[in-house]
């Protein structure tokens, strides 16, 4: 079924905006926005959304009910950021958040993907705790309730570490790499096995 007309760029976000004009204003005026056929609203170059003052309700909201993309960002940048957050003010609140993926069959909560050939040295992802004074934050954690493994690393290189470790620990007297088993009764705490096709390596390397 056809949606409604399409109005004009100069009374595009007034009619828009019918849809909740209390919670939601424009800074900025919309440059080459429309609505397309399905009645969905398309903005182009720079449009700036700014909350009324004393309000909390969401800024912007897409309420998705058919399959299919919900948000679909076509960018031709090649030096800038794609997207970026800015939660300065930010103190007990959560940056990005997905909380309840409670129906996953085979999908995915995050699926990143390069196949770029370029041989220069990159990460294709950081997270970075910059503060020294920060004793008490974990730059990553990983908790899972299942018999199924927590961490899983595919290496198919014939060289590179699979794990590499660079640590600066001058007194760590627990171990730079710590294994607490506290619970563990007849399992193996280190298993290293099938290193069965070793000619003139070894199994583990001590160097003092």
Do not use: C
């Not at 699979?162 to 009764?185: C, P």
Request: hydrophobic share 40%; no cysteine; net charge negative.
């Amino acid at each position: 079924m056809a949606g409604p007309a399409s109005p004009t760029n100069t009374n595009v976000w007034q009619h828009w905006q019918k849809v909740n004009p209390d919670h939601i204003r424009l800074r900025h005026s919309v440059l080459g926005a429309d609505i397309d056929a399905n009645g969905n609203l398309r903005l182009k170059n720079q449009t700036t959304f700014q909350f009324v003052a004393s309000d909390t309700d969401p800024l912007v909201t897409i309420d998705m009910d058919y399959n299919g993309l919900s948000l679909d960002i076509d960018s031709e940048a090649t030096t800038a950021d794609i997207i970026n957050i800015s939660a300065a003010t930010l103190t007990t609140g959560i940056a990005i958040d997905i909380p309840d993926l409670n129906l996953l069959t085979t999908g995915q909560a995050i699926n990143i993907v390069s196949n770029a050939p370029d041989v220069g040295t990159r990460t294709l992802v950081m997270i970075d705790q910059t503060h020294a004074s920060a004793t008490g934050a974990t730059v990553l954690t990983l908790h899972q309730d299942s018999t199924q493994r927590t961490l899983f690393i595919n290496h198919d290189g014939a060289t590179g570490s699979a794990i590499y470790v660079d640590a600066e620990s001058t007194t760590q007297t627990a171990g730079v790499v710590d294994i607490d088993v506290a619970v563990l009764t007849t399992g193996t705490a280190l298993d290293i096995g099938n290193a069965d096709l070793l000619t003139t390596g070894t199994i583990a390397n001590f160097v003092s």
